[in-house]
């Protein structure tokens, strides 16, 4: 993962990127999640939001990471 993307000459962060991405990924999840069911086992829904969003946001960062 490169420190920054040039979008039209304006430098953006790529983590900045990787969280809008994750938000999107994070919303889809959500919403399949929501359909099947999945939430009436969960004590506290927006907690598991957030985690969801931090793993994905991990999976993504880990995605673009250097390759070794």
């Known amino acids: 993962m490169i420190g920054e993307v040039s979008i039209g000459g304006v430098f953006v962060p ?5 969280a809008i ?3 999107v990924l994070t919303a889809v999840v ?3 999640l ?3 069911g999945a939430y009436r086992f969960v ?7 957030l ?6 946001l991990g999976l993504l960062s880990l995605l ?3 390759s070794l």
Do not use: E, K, Q, W
């Open 34 to 36: 929501s359909a099947f």
């Open 21 to 23: 991405a994750a938000l």
């Open 64 to 66: 673009t990471g250097p």
């Open 43 to 49: 004590a506290y829904r927006p907690l598991v939001d």
């Open 30 to 32: 959500t919403r399949l």
């Open 14 to 18: 790529t983590i900045l990127l990787l």
């Open 51 to 56: 985690a969801l969003f931090f793993l994905i």
